[in-house]
C-alpha cells in the first residue's frame, strides 16, 4: 500500500530542542484515493499538520512528512487508517480526519505500528448504511454506555455528537430487531408546548423542533426506509406534551434538547420506560431556555439518579467538540467566561 522511509540523516530544530526531527515519505497505491486522503487543497494535510505539529507536502501519490519522531509516526499511522477508510469504500470528513488523530494520540507512541493488525481503539456502531465510529474519547464512553445501560443520560456543548450517536444507536437497535419501534421527543418551549395553532398534521407541527434528528435519521438510514417506517409507526414523533400516560414497549426512545424540560415533566417522560425499552436522554445544560426561576428536569434528573443501576450519564467537553474546530474554542471561550464570571461574584460577595 505504502512505503515508509525514514530519513537517516535526522535533524536538530532550530530552536536547540534536544528531540531529534526526522522526515518521513509515504506513498500510496491509488492516485484517486489518495487525493480523497489528502483533502481538497490538502485541507486533511492542513488539519493534521497544526494537531500534530508536523509539516506535510503532497506531491502525486506521495506525501512527506517532516516533525519529531514521534509526531511522524501519528501522522504516518492516522495517514494509514484513513486510507484503509477509503479503501473500504468510507465517506471522508474533517471530523472523521480529526477523530482519527485523537484516536492515534490515544494509542501512544508505536514505532513499529501495523495498521493492517491494529483493532481500534474506538467504539463503532454498526449500520446496514455505514459504520458509525467514535472521534473522541467522549464519544467513545458515550457508544460503550450506551450498549451496557437501559437509560443514558448525554450532556455537554452542541456538536459533541450527543444526538447523532443517540440515533445512530437506536437505529442499530432497530435493524438488528432488539426493539420494535424508534420514538423521537423533544420539548417545543418556543411554543409553549401549545402546537394546535400550526398547521398540518402532527409531524409537520413539530417538524422544525425535531430537524436535528431527522438530519441524523437521512445521515445515518437510507431516506426511503426512513420514510417507509415513518408511515408504518416504527419511528413515531411524539411531542413531550404528548407523552403523559403512555407505557413505552419495545422501543428505543429518545428525548432532545431536555434541558427545556421542567423537573415534573422529566420525571412523567421517564416513568413511560416500558418493558425492552431503551432510553436516551441529551442535552445541554448551559443552554437552558426555560424561565427564569424554573429548574431544568435534565440537570436534576442526572443529579437524583447518579449511580443507579442500569443508568448511565456521559458529560461531554468542548474537547469532544466534533463539528469545525472553530466550535470547539467558541465553547472553550464561553465556558471560560463562565467560570472567570462566577469567580468575580464569589469576591464581590
Request: glycine share 8%.
Amino acid at each position: 500500500m505504502r512505503n515508509f522511509t525514514p530519513d537517516k540523516n535526522a535533524m536538530t530544530p532550530a530552536n536547540g530542542d534536544a528531540s531529534p526531527m526526522t522526515q518521513v515519505v509515504l506513498a500510496f497505491d491509488d492516485n484517486r484515493l489518495a487525493s480523497i486522503l489528502f483533502g481538497q487543497y490538502g485541507q486533511n494535510l492542513a488539519l493534521i499538520e497544526r494537531k500534530l505539529g508536523i509539516v506535510a507536502d503532497s506531491r502525486g501519490n506521495h506525501v512527506t512528512v517532516e516533525g519529531s519522531r514521534e509526531s511522524c509516526d501519528q501522522a504516518r499511522r492516522v495517514l494509514e487508517n484513513l486510507y484503509n477508510q477509503i479503501k473500504g469504500g468510507a465517506e471522508l470528513v474533517p471530523g472523521d480526519v480529526e477523530g482519527a488523530i485523537r484516536n492515534v494520540i490515544s494509542q501512544g507512541s508505536l514505532f513499529d505500528f501495523d495498521p493492517a493488525a491494529a483493532r481500534p481503539t474506538f467504539e463503532e456502531i454498526n449500520l446496514r448504511k455505514r459504520t458509525v465510529r467514535a472521534r473522541t474519547a467522549g464519544q467513545d464512553a458515550y457508544i460503550r454506555t450506551l450498549k451496557r445501560n437501559t437509560l443514558v443520560f448525554g450532556t455537554g456543548p452542541a456538536g459533541t455528537g450527543k444526538t447523532w450517536l443517540a440515533v445512530a444507536h437506536a437505529l442499530a437497535l432497530f435493524e438488528r430487531k432488539e426493539v420494535d419501534r424508534i420514538i423521537l421527543s423533544r420539548p417545543a418551549v418556543e411554543a409553549g408546548e401549545r402546537l394546535g395553532f400550526l398547521p398540518g398534521d402532527m409531524r409537520e407541527k413539530v417538524d422544525p423542533y425535531l430537524r436535528p434528528i431527522y438530519d441524523a435519521m437521512f445521515d445515518l438510514m437510507d431516506m426511503r426506509m426512513v420514510e417507509r417506517a415513518l408511515q408504518a409507526g416504527e419511528i413515531e414523533i411524539a411531542p413531550l406534551a404528548f407523552m403523559r400516560g403512555r407505557t413505552l414497549h419495545n422501543a428505543a426512545v429518545i428525548l432532545d434538547e431536555a434541558q427545556n424540560t421542567t423537573a415534573m415533566q422529566m420525571k412523567m417522560f421517564l416513568t413511560r420506560l416500558g418493558e425492552n425499552s431503551r432510553m436516551i436522554v441529551t442535552g445541554d445544560p448551559s443552554q437552558v431556555d426555560l424561565p427564569n426561576g424554573q429548574t431544568s428536569g435534565l440537570s436534576e434528573a442526572v443529579r437524583l439518579l447518579a449511580g443507579l443501576e442500569g443508568i448511565g450519564h456521559v458529560a461531554f467537553t468542548h474537547e469532544d467538540v466534533v463539528r469545525h474546530e472553530l466550535v470547539s474554542r467558541i465553547v472553550a471561550a464561553y465556558d471560560k467566561s463562565g467560570r472567570d464570571g462566577g469567580r468575580k461574584r464569589e469576591v464581590r460577595e
